[in-house]
C-alpha cells in the first residue's frame, strides 16, 4: 500500500530527511518512533501529500505522492495530534460538514458516535469538549469516509486510561478489517503494544526498522527474576536461556521457596535509547 524509496527532503538546502525507504502492506500498522525535530511529522506530510518537493520516491496505493490529485484524499484519513475541528458546530454538524467533502459510502454518523462513546454529545458545541472529546471525534472525522489507509498522529494523546484503550481496541480492530495504518508516535508502550513494525527515526535517517518484538530480543537478552526468604528477602536472576542450569533456582523451586518470580526485558524505549543514542522527549 506504501512504497518509499531513496526519498529525501529539505526545508532549507540542508539535508532534512536523507535516503528514506521502507515499504509497508495492506493490514499492517507501521509505527514511525522518534524524538521531536527527527523528521517524523515531515515524512506523514510527504505521505499525505502536503508537501511535494521531495526527491526520490513516495508512492501511496499506487499513486506517486507529488503527482496525486483530489482523488488522492478519497481513500486516506488523517488524524493530527492536534484537533482540526469547528468549534462553534456540535460534533454531528462536524461530521456532516466534513463528509460532504468525499465522494464515497460514508459510515453513518450515529455508528461513529457510539464507536468512541460521544453518542450522548452528538449536539454538543465542540467547544464545550474536553481535550479527550476532541482527541475521539477527530479520530472518527478520519474514519468517516472508511478509508483503506490511516495516518494516526498520538492518536492516544490527552486521553484517560480507559479511552486509551478503547480507541486502541479500534486501531486494531480496524486493521483487522485490511486497513493500512501509519502511526506516528512518542509513546513506546502503544508503539510496542499496537504496531507490526517500527522504524525508529533520529536525524532524517531510519536507524532501525523490525518488528517491536524483534528490536527488543536482538538487543537484550531476556532474564528471569526470582524473590526467595532465607533469614530476609533476597533476590537472584539468570538469563531466561539458561534457567536449567541455575541450580539455586532449580533448588527453590524443588523446596516451594519462591516468594516471586517474573521474567524481565527490555523495553522499546531502552533498544530505542542503545540503537540511537537518542531518548524520546
Do not use: W
Amino acid at each position: 500500500m506504501i512504497r518509499v524509496k531513496d526519498l529525501s527532503f529539505s526545508y532549507t538546502g540542508k539535508p532534512f530527511l536523507e535516503n528514506i525507504s521502507f515499504e509497508v502492506g495492506r493490514g499492517e500498522i507501521f509505527g514511525f518512533l522518534g524524538p521531536s525535530g527527527a523528521g517524523k511529522s515531515t515524512l506523514q506530510k510527504i505521505l499525505t501529500g502536503l508537501l511535494s518537493d521531495y526527491r526520490g520516491s513516495a508512492v501511496v496505493n499506487g499513486i506517486e505522492v507529488k503527482r496525486h490529485t483530489n482523488s488522492f484524499y478519497e481513500n486516506i484519513g488523517v488524524d493530527f495530534e492536534f484537533p482540526s475541528l469547528y468549534e462553534k458546530l456540535t460534533a454531528k454538524q462536524n461530521l456532516e460538514f466534513f463528509g460532504l467533502l468525499y465522494q464515497r459510502k460514508l459510515i453513518t454518523i450515529p455508528d461513529l458516535l457510539r464507536m468512541v462513546h460521544l453518542e450522548n454529545d452528538a449536539d454538543k458545541k465542540v467547544s464545550d469538549f474536553s481535550k479527550g472529546m476532541k482527541s475521539r471525534l477527530n479520530f472518527i472525522k478520519a474514519l468517516l469516509h472508511n478509508p483503506d489507509i490511516l495516518f494516526l498522529d498520538e492518536p492516544t494523546s490527552g486521553l484517560d486510561p480507559s479511552n486509551s484503550y478503547d480507541m486502541k481496541k479500534i486501531i486494531k480492530a480496524e486493521r483487522d478489517r485490511g486497513k493500512t495504518i501509519i502511526l506516528t508516535t512518542h509513546n513506546m508502550l502503544d508503539a510496542t503494544e499496537l504496531c507490526d513494525r517500527v522504524a525508529f527515526i533520529v536525524d532524517g535517517k531510519i536507524k532501525a526498522l523490525d518488528t517491536p518484538h524483534n528490536l527488543i530480543m536482538s538487543k537484550g537478552a531476556a532474564k528471569l527474576c526470582y524473590a526467595y526468604f532465607e533469614g530476609r528477602e533476597k533476590s537472584g536472576e539468570c538469563l531466561l536461556s539458561h534457567t536449567g542450569s541455575d541450580e539455586l533456582l532449580k533448588k527453590l523451586i524443588s523446596d516451594n521457596k519462591l516468594l516471586s518470580i517474573h521474567s524481565s526485558e527490555p523495553t522499546l524505549n531502552d533498544i530505542f535509547m542503545e540503537i540511537t543514542g537518542r531518548a524520546l522527549q
